[in-house]
């Protein structure tokens, strides 16, 4: 007998009981013809929080005011403008504050992780990352190995799923990285799987790396904000996340970068260098010989786009406010009642053409539900969208949802029931 109900007046009650239910109001929700939405797509582009047009005209405003001179007479001095957000993004990574910076974008910082990161030497060439990574990172992957004179083919092993299933099991990445040894440079994973939705171990990953004497980094761009991490307990090495998807930190927003305190002070790791990652006491004395900072800041190349990160503080002043592990406890919640939703619906009808592939356990995902639409997908999901349900479509034939604690709703995935019942029908 499940806990849950596909009634509506059941999703209600479970909205008037749940703690988070007053956010819902601190963000903008879009529509569609003039009728309200129901937003799944979180893990694609957050929804913009009443608050951040206040955060942003306030450093309009000092700009105004100021000119220059609010580098360092503002409010908050743009000197040191990135500093306002660090515990709390490190907080949202289960980082120190010496082990996180705001900057630049994911892959620019990806690149720049690996520069330091990945220093193929002799036999060890290789890069273990999942199959099915993410294109940006792929292209990222592929040039890093160029960049040391090696072809791709040379330098990247993929990881699959085994024949027939959709996961790539976790024992199968274990065994590839004792299989590598001696020849694994870098493993560089994606946290959570943009397309299936699957969470990985990324202590038991890490373990493994540096059991062969590897270094471990992720692409976190669907696990910052979504799930609880440890990067800096599980001992990651690096790892880089995007802010506009769960987030909500504007379209492109200023990214994360995380460095393991283990490698802050290392002067001898190379770091592609930028005035913004020297030493702060000497930055205005403009010398030639660069001193990188002892944190993550050191991987800063400029100074910081301070309107895109007014828009991420407003956002961590949120998830500073909520804590993380009480996002996570809605999230597993609400994700599982959303999937109870659509098995309902699938096992009433009788033409049923799709099937959840992100993975049952809640340990191993986040919010996403990737929905594979057996043949049929795309007109399924164009029949939803023109129901209102702001959804997402990745080729070859996956629909992805994710529920949102933060602003969705029990009642949103009720109504997303209703709706898919009335599309498949
Ligand atoms: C897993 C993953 N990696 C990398 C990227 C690329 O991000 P950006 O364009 O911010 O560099 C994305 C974007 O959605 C992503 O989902």
Redesign the pocket.
Known sequence: MSKYQNTLSFAQEKDKNDPLRKWREAFHFPTFHQKPVIYFTG??LGLQPKRTKDYINLELDEWAKWGVEGHFDAKNPWFSYHELLTEKAAKVVGATKKEVVITH??????HLLMVSFYRPQGKRIKILCEGK?????QY?LQSQAKLHGLTPEEAIVEIFPREGEHLIRNEDIISKIYELGDELAVVMF?G???YTGQLFDMQAITEAGHKVGAKVGF????AAGNVELKLHDWNVDFA?W?T??YMNSSP?GV?GLFVHENHVSNEELLRLAGWWGHDKERRFLMEPQFKPIHSAESWQLSNAPVLGMAAHLASLDIFDEVGMSAISKKREDLTAYLEFVINEVSNSSAHTNFEIITPKNPKERGSQLSILAHGQGKPLFDILTKEGVIADWREPNVIRIAPVPLYNSYEDCYRFGEILKKAID
């Open positions: 893990n694609s974008s994911l892959t620019t910082n990806l990574a993410f294109p940006s990172d990222a994606g959570l799987n943009y692409d976190l761009a669907h880089a995007c506009y998807k492109g990214a």
